[in-house]
Nanobody
């Protein structure tokens, strides 16, 4: 069983920054692709970014390119999401997810096998 726990959410003003962390249990973390998704009230869950198993390949939604950075530390079983220049439209519950079968940085929500409980990010204008 793989467990994911997010942390680092909170309230921030527009233009500010936050860093989310996702700690993952499991011995094979270094083989997993990891993704971040978000869900705003009344909207479907959407892809934010992903990173491949070794951290050398990343993939971003157009809405966050140039503002968000995903990274991972395979020695610590942690994936990070650095969010800069936050906008009110970034307000959502952010979820990390693990794909234990395919190591590539993909955006397919159905391809992720395990999910965290989510952390709230609120950006005020």
């Amino acid at each position: 069983q793989v467990q994911l726990v997010e942390s680092g959410g909170g309230l921030v003003q527009a233009g500010g920054s936050l860093r989310l962390s996702c700690t993952v249990s499991g011995r094979a973390f270094s083989s997993y692709a990891m993704g971040w998704f978000r869900q705003a009230p009344g909207k479907e869950r959407e892809f934010v970014c992903a990173i491949n198993w070794n951290g050398y390949s990343t993939n971003y939604a157009d809405s966050v390119k140039g503002r968000f950075t995903i990274s991972r530390d395979n020695a610590k079983n942690v994936v990070y999401l650095q969010m800069n220049n936050l906008k009110p439209e970034d307000t959502a519950v952010y979820y990390c997810a693990a794909d234990i079968h395919y190591g590539g940085a993909h955006d397919s929500i159905i391809g992720y096998d395990y999910w965290g409980q989510g952390t709230q990010v609120t950006v005020s204008s």
